[in-house]
């Protein structure tokens, strides 16, 4: 059956350190892959794409791999800060699918000072 | 440059009646999707309308619910007859329609149903 995993349970992590956020999936073959982030009471907000043929992008403090073979996006934010805290989604466009998104459960990121 | 609008921010209703989600797309956007977020659960895609068409319903359940994207005027999602599963979070997103696949989707607050 078709699936798409991030980590279940909640990551608490220290000021300063680096968030890694695991995404992965089964049974499809993505286009592209996309990370937003959500807080509460609120509409998802876009961050970062990545296409199935790059390995790497990256924007300010945010980098996301692209691992079609592992069917794996990993997701890090460095020197995290407390207001990075929020759940973290990753979703999936296909070919021929139009802008169809296909979502994960997220992942909540908690950063304490 | 406002965001996209969804209204009303939250809705409640009792079971078996009608409710009406209205979403304004960001201004220039012309395609519209629907998601539902139910408790403890990811956004799952709901439909996927341009103006005057629906493209891929394919995450509708098959009765009670419509959307629509008139020429002029929001995207309209109904939900016929409500039950109490029907209670959750509807988020619209739009785009602008001209890098296919590839297009960002710009997300609104979202409309909080609560079916009693």
Redesign the interface.
């Known amino acids: 059956s078709q699936k798409i995993e991030q980590n279940s349970e909640a990551l608490n992590i220290q000021e300063g350190k680096t968030a890694t956020l695991t995404c992965n999936y089964t049974n499809y073959s993505p ?2 892959l ?1 990370w ?1 982030r959500q807080d509460p ?6 961050l970062l ?1 990545i ?1 199935e043929n790059e390995k790497e992008k990256r924007k300010e403090r945010l980098k996301v791999t692209f691992d079609t073979t592992l069917k794996q996006s990993l997701f890090h934010i460095t020197a995290s800060q407390p207001a990075d805290s929020a759940t973290y ?1 990753c ?1 999936l ?1 296909l ?1 021929n ?10 992942t909540e990121l908690s950063v304490k000072p | 440059n406002a965001g ?1 609008m969804q209204n009303p921010r939250h809705l409640v209703r009792r079971r078996g009646q009608e409710a009406r989600l209205r979403c304004s797309p960001m201004k220039g956007h012309s ?1 519209v ?1 629907w ?1 539902r977020q139910l408790p403890e ?5 709901m439909v ?1 309308l341009q103006k005057e068409n629906i ?2 319903e ?2 509708m359940p098959k009765e009670r619910f419509s959307a629509e994207f008139p020429k002029e005027g929001p995207s309209i999602l109904r939900i016929q007859q409500v039950v109490r599963g029907d209670s959750a979070a509807y ?1 619209c ?1 739009s ?1 602008p329609g001209t890098s ?11 409309t909080r149903l609560t079916v009693l």
């Open positions: 286009a592209y996309q937003y009471g609120r509409g998802p907000v876009f794409l296409r989604l979703a466009s070919y699918q139009g802008g169809k998104l296909i979502f994960g459960q997220g | 996209v395609h999707y998601y659960e990811g956004l799952k895609f996927y493209i891929d394919s995450g988020f997103a785009s296919g696949t590839t297009d960002t989707q710009y997300f609104g607050p979202g």
